[in-house]
C-alpha cells in the first residue's frame, strides 16, 4: 500500500475471488435433490404416461418394462406414475405442515422471549407438557377414530388433519428455539446501542432481534420438512391420514408388502424417495447450519 | 548455562493452530534445575500457558506442536528425552487455573485426590490413606470429613488446596502452576502462595510457575522468563531482572506493576495491545509499542541473547536501556 | 470409596423430595391426558352404543345400552364415573365384548419386549458412534457418523423393516417375520430384526445429542486434570468421563420415550406382531372407543413415567443436587 494514488483515480476495488464456505458442498447437493423432485412434480404429467389411477387389470404385477418402467401394481396401475405423482400430496402436506407451525411457533418464541416472566412461563410449562405427550400415538387414535374428514380449500380429504396434528406437534421445537435465541440476542451490545439511541421498539425487534435470532429455525425447517415427509408416509402405511388408494409413497409400501418377495421393487422404490427426499432436506439445513456457524 | 541438575529441558518449542495455522508459540527454549522455580510472566495470548500445559500434551484440541524437544531427569539417571504423556503422574503434575471446573464434580474429595495413585495400581485402601495425609499436608481441616465431600461444597481456596493434594499424590519432582491464584481472592492467594513455597522447600520439587502477575512471580521464582507474542523475550535471576530490566517490554510490566513500598509513584501502561497471533510486525514484535524502537528493530527479529551470567535478553537496544534513556 | 450411608441418605431424601413433586405432576398430566381421551371420543362420530349392536339393532335395545353405559347422562358426570372406572382399573369393554384391561395384559408382553430390543441394540450403538465422534471430532470420522445419523434419521422405519424382511429373513430363513417366539431362543430370534430397525432412528436421535455432551466433558478442565495425573485408557472413560455423561442420555432418553412409543407402533405393524400398538391401529380402525382410550391412557401414563423416573435417577447421580 505505498502506491500513492493521483487525484481521481478510482480506488481499484480488488474483488477477492469467492471462497468456497463450509456447508457449499452439502448446500449444492441438498439443492439438487430437492430440486429435482419439486421439477418432477410440477412436471409430473410430462414425465409419466397416463394418470396414476388408471388400472390396466390385464396387465397386473408386470416387471419394469419399457412401458412401465417400475412395472405395475395389483390393479395394474403404473408404479411410476404414481411414484411421481406422490410427491405432489407428500411435498405439499409436509411443506404446509411445517410451514404453519414454523410461524406460528416463532411468533410464540419471540412473545415470550421478549415478554415479561409470566407469560414467558406460561408459554414454557405448556410447551413442557406438549413435549411430554406421546402425541402421534394421540394422532393415530385421533384420526383414526374420526376418519381423514373432507376436503379443505385446495387440500383433499386427510391432509386437513395431517396438517393440524404437525401444528400441535411441532410449533414448541419452534417457540423454544426462537426464545431462547431472542433472549441471547436481546442482551447484545449492538441491541442495546440501538435501544439506548432512541430507535422504537418495534424497530428493534424487526432490524435487530428477529434477523439475528431466526438463523436456527431457519435451518430446523428444512430438516423439519423432512421428518414431515417421513411422518406422512408412516402414517399412512398405519392406515392414517392420507386415504387408501391414493398415490402416496406410505400407501403404496403398505400394499406391496403382501408382494415382497416377487414384486420387492413396489416397495423399495416408495422408501428410497422417502429417505432420497428427507437427506435432500436435512443436506440443506446441515449445509445452512454450517455456513451460520463459520 | 545448563548444568548437570536441570530436572527438565524444553529446547526449540514452537506450538501452532491446526496444520501449518498461525504460529502461537515461537521457539521456546526453557530449562529448570531442581529445587529452583521458574516463573514465566507475560500478558493474556502471549503463549506461557501454552508452553506449559504442552509439557504434559494438554493442549487444546486444535492446536499441536509442530517443534520442540524435552528432556527429563529421573533419578539420578541423568537426562533423557521424553514424550509429554510419559511424564504424566510419572514425575511431573500440574495445578490448574479454575479451582471450580478442574474437580470432577461426580466424584468426592477422597476419590479425586487418591485418583493418581488409583491410576497407579495402588489398592484402594492405600490411596484412601495416602489421600487423607495429602488434605492434611495441604492445610484441609477435617481430611476425614472433606474426603466425603462433593467438590461444590467446598470454597474456592479449599478447592485450591484439593487440587494441589492431588498434583502432590503422584509424588512430583517438577510441579506446573498454570495461574493457580488468579481465580482467588487475594488473601487466599497469599495463603496459596504461601503453601505452595513451603512444599517447594519441604519436598525439594522444581517449579513452573505462570502467571500473569509479576508480584506474584517476583515473589516465588528464582529465575524469571518474560513471554511476549509467543517468544521468550528475557530472561534471568528474578531480583536482576526486576533491579535492571535488559527489555524495554520487563522495563514497561514492572513499571506498570504498583509499589507497596516506597513512594507513590504514578502508575504507567504501556501504550497500544500485544500484536493479534498470524499478525505479528515485521521485526521485533514489540518494536511497535516500543519506545526506543530503532530502524532496525522493525526489520529483524532480535534474536535472544545471553548478555551476562544467567541472563539473556532478546533486544537490540538494550544497551540504550542501560544507559538509562526514558522515553 | 469414600461412600458413607451419610452421603446416601442426602441423596435419597432429596431423590425422594424430586420423586414425591414428580408424582403430583404426574397425576396432573394425567388428569389432562384422560381428560384429552375422553373429548377425543366425544368428537368422534358415531354412537358408541349404536356401533356396538350393529345396525340392525332395535332403538330400545340400543337406548337400553345407551343407559347402561351412561352415555344419557351429562358430560361431565360421564367424565367423572369415566376416571373412576379407569381408577378402579376398569377401562370399558370392546366393541367385541372384551375387557380392555384384559386385551391390555394380553398384548402389552410384546409391546415391552420390542422396547427392551430397541434399547439393548440403540443405547450401545449410541455410546459407541458417539463417542468415535467425540474423539476423532471434526476429523473425517466425525464427518461421516455425523452425516450417517442425519441421514439416517430420514429413512422410514417400516421400509428399513420390509428390507431386512426382504434381504435378510427371507434369503437366510434365520429370523421368523410375524408374531414373537414363545420360547427363549425364538424370542430372541423374533427380536432382532424388528429391534434393529427401531434402534437404527433412536440411535440416530441419541448420537446427535450425546456427541455434544461428551465433547463437553472431554474438553472440560477436570479431565485435562486426570490426564495430568496419569489417568488414561478405560479408568478414565468409565469413572470419569462417562459418569459425567449418563445424565445427558437419561434425560435424553426419557425426552425422546413418546416418539419410541410411536416407532413400537410403526415395529408392531410392520413385522406382524399382536402388541399394544397393532391392537390400537386395529381399534381405531373400527371405532372402538373403549380400546383406544384405554390405550392411549397407558401410553400417555408410560410417558409421564419414564420422564418422571429419568429426571429421579439423573438428579440422584448428580451430587450437586444435594447441599449440606
Redesign the interface.
Known amino acids: 500500500m505505498t502506491a500513492t494514488l493521483k487525484a481521481g483515480e478510482e480506488v481499484p476495488r480488488t474483488r477477492q475471488p469467492r471462497r468456497r464456505r463450509r456447508g457449499d458442498g452439502k448446500l449444492a447437493v441438498g439443492a439438487v435433490i430437492v430440486g429435482l423432485f419439486v421439477l418432477a412434480a410440477i412436471f409430473a404429467p410430462l414425465i409419466t404416461s397416463g394418470h396414476p389411477a388408471d388400472q390396466d387389470l390385464l396387465n397386473r404385477l408386470a416387471p419394469p418394462s419399457q412401458a412401465h418402467i417400475l412395472g405395475t401394481d395389483q390393479l395394474g396401475r403404473d408404479e411410476w406414475t404414481r411414484l411421481v405423482h406422490a410427491i405432489r400430496i407428500d411435498l405439499r402436506v409436509a411443506a404446509l405442515g411445517s410451514l404453519i407451525p414454523a410461524i406460528l411457533g416463532s411468533l410464540i418464541g419471540i412473545v415470550a422471549g421478549l415478554g415479561n416472566h409470566w407469560l414467558d412461563a406460561a408459554i414454557m410449562r405448556t410447551s413442557d ?1 406438549v ?8 394422532f ?8 381423514p374428514g373432507t376436503g379443505f380449500l385446495f387440500l383433499d380429504p386427510g391432509e386437513l388433519p395431517l396438517i393440524i396434528g404437525f401444528t400441535v406437534i411441532s410449533w414448541v421445537v419452534y417457540a423454544r428455539l426462537l426464545r431462547s435465541e431472542v433472549r441471547r440476542v436481546r442482551s447484545m451490545d449492538y441491541v442495546r446501542a440501538a435501544r439506548l439511541g432512541g430507535l422504537p421498539r418495534w424497530r428493534v425487534i424487526t432490524w435487530h432481534i428477529v434477523p439475528n435470532a431466526i438463523g436456527q429455525s431457519i435451518v430446523y425447517f428444512f430438516v423439519d420438512v ?2 414431515a ?2 411422518a406422512i ?2 402414517l399412512s ?4 391420514g392420507i386415504p387408501i388408494g391414493t398415490p402416496e409413497w ?1 400407501s403404496m ?1 403398505q400394499a406391496g ?1 403382501n408382494v ?2 416377487t414384486n ?1 421393487w413396489l ?2 422404490a ?2 428410497a424417495a ?2 432420497l427426499i ?2 435432500g ?2 443436506l440443506i439445513g ?1 449445509g445452512l447450519d454450517d455456513r451460520i456457524k463459520s | 548455562m545448563t548444568g548437570t541438575e536441570a530436572v527438565i529441558e524444553i529446547a526449540n518449542l514452537s506450538i501452532a493452530a491446526g496444520q501449518g495455522g498461525v504460529t502461537l508459540v515461537d521457539d521456546v527454549s526453557l530449562h529448570v534445575d531442581a529445587g529452583e522455580c521458574l516463573g514465566i510472566v507475560g500478558e493474556s495470548g502471549s503463549g506461557k500457558s501454552l508452553t506449559l500445559r504442552s509439557v504434559l500434551g494438554l493442549l487444546p484440541p486444535a492446536l499441536h506442536q509442530t517443534r520442540g524437544t524435552m528432556r527429563f531427569q529421573r533419578e539420578n539417571e541423568g537426562l533423557h528425552s521424553v514424550g509429554p504423556r510419559e511424564l504424566r503422574g510419572r514425575g511431573v503434575s500440574m495445578i490448574f487455573q479454575e479451582p471450580m471446573s478442574s474437580l470432577n464434580p461426580t466424584m468426592r474429595i477422597g476419590d479425586l485426590v487418591a485418583a493418581g495413585q488409583r491410576a497407579r495400581g495402588m489398592s484402594r485402601r492405600a490411596a484412601a490413606g495416602q489421600a487423607l495425609r495429602l488434605l492434611a499436608e495441604v492445610g484441609v481441616p477435617h481430611p476425614e470429613q472433606r474426603a466425603r465431600a462433593w467438590p461444590h461444597q467446598l470454597s474456592g481456596g479449599l478447592r485450591q488446596r484439593v487440587m494441589i493434594a492431588m498434583a502432590l499424590s503422584v509424588e512430583p519432582t517438577l510441579l506446573l502452576c498454570d495461574e493457580p491464584t488468579t481465580a482467588l481472592d487475594t488473601t487466599v492467594q497469599d495463603q496459596i502462595l504461601t503453601l505452595v513455597e513451603r512444599l517447594r522447600i519441604e519436598r525439594g520439587l522444581a517449579l513452573i510457575f505462570v502467571s500473569h502477575d509479576l508480584s506474584v512471580i517476583s515473589r516465588i521464582a528464582n529465575r524469571t522468563a518474560v513471554m511476549y507474542a509467543g517468544r521468550v523475550i528475557e530472561q534471568g535471576p528474578t531480583h536482576a531482572l526486576v533491579d535492571n530490566p535488559r527489555h524495554p517490554y520487563t522495563r514497561a510490566l514492572i513499571e506498570s506493576m504498583p509499589q507497596l513500598h516506597g513512594p507513590p509513584t504514578r502508575l504507567r501502561t504501556i501504550s497500544g495491545s500485544p500484536p493479534t497471533a498470524g499478525r505479528l510486525p515485521a521485526g521485533c514484535r514489540f518494536a511497535p509499542r516500543c519506545p526506543l524502537a530503532a530502524d532496525a528493530c522493525h526489520e529483524a527479529d532480535p534474536p535472544l541473547l545471553s548478555i551476562g551470567p544467567h541472563r539473556s535478553t532478546a533486544c537490540f537496544r538494550q544497551t540504550a536501556l542501560n544507559a538509562g534513556e526514558q522515553p | 470409596m469414600f461412600g458413607t450411608v451419610k452421603g446416601r441418605e442426602g441423596r435419597f431424601v432429596v431423590a425422594m423430595r424430586v420423586l414425591l413433586g414428580r408424582l403430583f405432576q404426574l397425576i396432573l ?1 394425567l388428569l ?2 384422560t381428560l ?2 375422553f373429548v ?2 366425544q ?3 358415531g354412537d358408541a352404543a349404536r356401533l356396538r349392536l350393529g345396525p340392525r339393532a332395535s332403538p330400545e335395545a340400543v337406548s337400553e345400552l345407551r343407559h347402561q353405559l351412561g352415555l344419557d347422562r351429562g358430560l361431565p358426570r360421564q367424565y367423572l364415573a369415566y376416571i373412576i372406572r379407569v381408577l378402579h382399573g376398569d377401562f370399558g369393554t370392546s366393541i367385541d365384548g372384551q375387557h380392555v384391561s384384559s386385551i391390555i395384559g394380553q398384548r402389552i408382553g410384546d409391546t415391552l419386549w420390542l422396547l427392551l430390543g430397541t434399547l439393548m441394540f440403540a443405547v450401545p450403538a449410541a455410546l459407541i458412534l458417539a463417542w468415535t465422534a467425540a474423539w476423532f471430532r471434526d476429523r473425517t470420522v466425525d464427518h461421516a457418523i455425523r ?1 450417517g445419523v ?2 439416517a ?8 423393516g ?2 431386512l ?2 434381504l435378510v429373513a ?1 434369503p437366510t430363513g434365520w429370523f421368523p417375520v410375524a408374531d414373537l417366539g414363545s420360547g427363549p431362543g425364538d424370542l430372541i430370534r423374533s427380536l432382532v430384526l424388528p429391534s434393529v430397525t427401531g434402534a437404527i432412528l433412536l440411535t440416530a436421535i441419541l448420537v446427535r445429542s450425546l456427541r455434544s455432551s461428551l465433547i463437553d466433558v472431554l474438553d472440560s478442565e477436570y479431565i485435562a486434570v486426570a490426564r495430568s495425573l496419569g489417568v488414561g485408557g478405560s479408568t478414565l472413560i468409565v469413572r470419569h468421563v462417562l459418569r459425567n455423561a449418563v445424565g445427558p442420555v437419561l434425560t435424553l432418553l426419557a ?1 425422546n ?3 419410541l ?2 416407532g413400537v ?2 415395529l408392531e ?1 410392520t413385522f406382524n406382531i399382536p402388541g399394544l400398538g397393532s391392537a ?2 386395529e ?3 373400527k ?1 372402538d ?1 373403549y380400546t ?1 382410550q384405554g ?2 391412557l397407558l ?2 401414563a ?3 413415567l419414564a ?1 418422571i423416573l429419568g429426571e429421579t435417577v439423573v438428579s440422584m447421580l448428580d451430587p450437586r443436587t444435594v447441599s449440606t
Open positions: 407438557i413435549v411430554s405427550l406421546p402425541l402421534f400415538v394421540f393415530i387414535a385421533l384420526v383414526g377414530l374420526l376418519g423432512g421428518l415427509v417421513v408416509s408412516t402405511f398405519l392406515g392414517v406410505g409400501i408388502r415382497i418377495q420387492w416397495i423399495a416408495p422408501g422417502i429417505a428427507g437427506m432436506l436435512a446441515d | 398430566v389432562a391426558v384429552v381421551v377425543l371420543t368428537i368422534a362420530p452425516l442425519l441421514l434419521m430420514f429413512l422410514p422405519a417400516f421400509w428399513v420390509f428390507l424382511i426382504r427371507m425426552l420415550v413418546g416418539y412409543f410411536f407402533v410403526i405393524a390400537l391401529v381399534a381405531s380402525a371405532r372407543v383406544v390405550i392411549t401410553f400417555a408410560g410417558v409421564v420422564n
